[in-house]
């Protein structure tokens, strides 16, 4: 594994559930897939165990928890004070933002420290159409819920296809500096559904920056290491200033100083969420078997891509995305 993974520590993205109420056009087919069985999802006494033999072994730079829709899990609230006594730099939570309203504070509470949230159109009509059928004012007031509680900052996460979203991207970046929100805009990957939208819909983050700055004032804020978005100031005609992120695994891989490490919900660790693969360690992690765990992560994060090419078919909710 390269040293300068070792070093930064792990991104942790651990998935929690594979269970969705969104059926977004370029993550999940309209009849949804076969979802893992009740007995062969982690636990959280096995999470928190998991994790704690991560950090022994690596480090921890960030903690997000995904899904599916992460809210979704019963009681997460429990995990989420159990994972925030470890003490990871960075604790956030990624979700679609249908049920954060009502979670957001006890979220706040057990220790957890920001959101990011998907918001992939503002008009109404448009976002039934990416969702399957799902009312954005819910998501809205759940970005409400997120700020009043602190969990901030709050991002928001949006994926333009063309031809399906493109019309919303200036309304998105004007609605993200009235409310204080960074907005990220994530290239569509072919993976899972977004394999059959790509060929037409692609719209690289070149493509969206020229379009932003005909009408916003951009400068460059650069990428971090280890970051997967390329931030820039943003300014608005009527002075408004904020930050725009651009995430471009399509046009612009970042793989080189990748430290993401992917647990899936039935306890897969992937190292790289564009190709196929990964070993599960459900059954090492059951027995105790800590050196298999270790080498089982080890193996995977050496699988990072030194192209741009994908390979994964699978559902974006069942690999943790």
Not at 101 to 130: H, K, M, Q, T, Y
Not at 187 to 205: D, K, T, Y
Request: hydrophobic residues 45%; contains cysteine.
């Amino acid at each position: 594994m390269n040293a300068t993974r070792i070093s930064a520590g792990l991104s942790l993205r651990l998935s929690v559930t594979d269970r969705c109420q969104l059926r977004c056009r370029y993550c999940m087919p309209p009849e949804g897939f076969a979802r893992c069985a009740r007995e062969e999802l982690l636990g959280d006494d096995e999470l928190l165990a998991l994790v704690s033999d991560l950090r022994a072994a690596f480090g921890l730079a960030k903690i997000r928890i995904t899904g599916g829709e992460p809210l979704m899990r019963p009681r997460l609230e429990n995990l989420v004070e159990r994972l925030a006594a470890l003490n990871p730099p960075d604790f956030a939570l990624t979700t679609n933002g249908l049920r954060l309203a009502e979670s957001a504070a006890a979220l706040r509470r057990a220790g957890l420290r920001r959101v990011n949230i998907s918001l992939d159109a503002l008009d109404p009509a448009v976002f039934e159409r990416v969702t399957g059928g799902r009312d954005v004012r819910a998501v809205l007031r759940g970005i409400d819920a997120a700020w009043a509680a602190g969990l901030t900052p709050v991002k928001l996460n949006t994926v333009v296809a063309r031809g399906l979203n493109e019309d919303q991207i200036e309304n998105l970046v004007v609605f993200a500096l009235e409310r204080g929100c960074e907005l990220r805009f994530i290239e569509l990957m072919p993976i899972g559904p977004g394999a059959a939208l790509h060929a037409g819909g692609f719209v690289s983050s070149a493509e969206l920056r020229a379009r932003i700055a005909a009408r916003f004032d951009l400068i460059p804020l650069g990428r971090e290491a280890g970051a997967s978005a390329e931030r820039y100031c943003v300014t608005d005609p009527d002075g408004r200033v904020g930050t725009l992120g651009f995430i471009s695994p399509c046009s612009a891989p970042f793989c080189a100083d990748c430290n993401r490490l992917r647990v899936t919900a039935d306890g897969r660790f992937l190292g790289c969420l564009a190709w196929e693969g990964g070993l599960s360690v459900r059954e090492p992690l059951r027995r105790g078997d800590f050196p298999a765990i270790i080498q089982a992560a080890r193996d995977v994060l050496r699988c990072k891509r030194d192209n741009a090419d994908f390979t994964r078919h699978a559902n974006m909710a069942s690999v943790g995305g």
